[in-house]
């Protein structure tokens, strides 16, 4: 039977089969140490006396990184408002780290009752002329009808640091499964990594991964040409630098240094993406394991 991988604690692996039970199994020997299985893959189970065996791996459509999901449908970028302070540099590295991997991100600025209604509007301004959606959630606001559509029938992987409300935001839509969360650490400004495992939730028709915060994107491995191609924010300008295979570094006639100077591009967001082009070709092809961009 055809099943869908929602956690894993140690050796075994939580499953949830296509009418909604959950079952724990093991790997099937055969399967062991070819491929690592990841939260969110299908997998094929089987009943062999009295356990289950999972047997094979269906194709993934995709996997992001951090946190480490398969087949992700919609990537919720968190960040809080205050406590700890808005990053726009982490959310644009999150959010180019997610359209990386061709996944649609949207950002849940989260707490937004400790600010008020301009710092709000700077913030959803940001992002919104460069046409990512940006919802608020807070202890004062309704959740956005809009942004709970978005979820429909869908594997949700929320990224974003320890304590911005991951865990908070799961409770809200659903409040039986109580989840823990915690306050953050004021002398640092931090999460504590609070939640210690990845899991998925079901909330309606779908799937939404709680994870331990991380606040550093992952970029072994990563394709410079298809980082490059693949930020959503520059798609409205696609085939107006002069140059076809423009980096948007230093050419001349560059559209997307235009859209800056201009201001439909935010500055510091282009920025992030030098800094980001810069440590992937000084770094990433060294063959070094685990170089993170922190
Ligand atoms: N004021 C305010 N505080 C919030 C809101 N949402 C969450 N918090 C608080 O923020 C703190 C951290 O929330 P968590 O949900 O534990 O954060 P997390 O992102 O899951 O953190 P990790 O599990 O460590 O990655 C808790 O003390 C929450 O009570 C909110 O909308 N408004
Ligand atoms: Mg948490
Ligand atoms: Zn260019």
Known sequence: MKCLLISIIADRFLLENEKGERLYAKVASKLRGRRELVVGDYVECEKIAEHYLITS??????ILIRPKVANVDLALVLMSC????????????????????????????????LIDQNAKDKIH?????????????????????????YLNKKIVVLCGQSGVGKSSFINRLRPDLDLKTDQISFVLNRGKHTTRTNCLYRYRDAYIDDSPGFSSIDLEGIDLDLFKKNIKAFHAYQNQCRFLDCSHEAEPCCAIR???????????????????VEFIKTNNYRGDRHRRLK
């Open 125 to 149: 301004d940001y992002y919104a002329k460069m046409g990512y959606k940006v919802f608020f959630s807070g202890y004062n606001e309704e959740l956005s009808n809009e942004l709970i559509k």
């Open 57 to 62: 791996l269906y194709e993934r459509k995709n």
């Open 258 to 276: 235009e859209a800056v100077d201009k201001g439909e591009i935010p500055r510091t967001f282009y920025e992030t993406y030098l800094r980001i």
């Open 82 to 113: 205050r406590e700890p302070d808005f990053s726009y540099e982490l959310v644009n590295r999150l959010i180019m780290q997610v359209d990386y991997f061709g996944i649609e991100a949207l950002i849940l600025a989260t707490k937004a009752d």
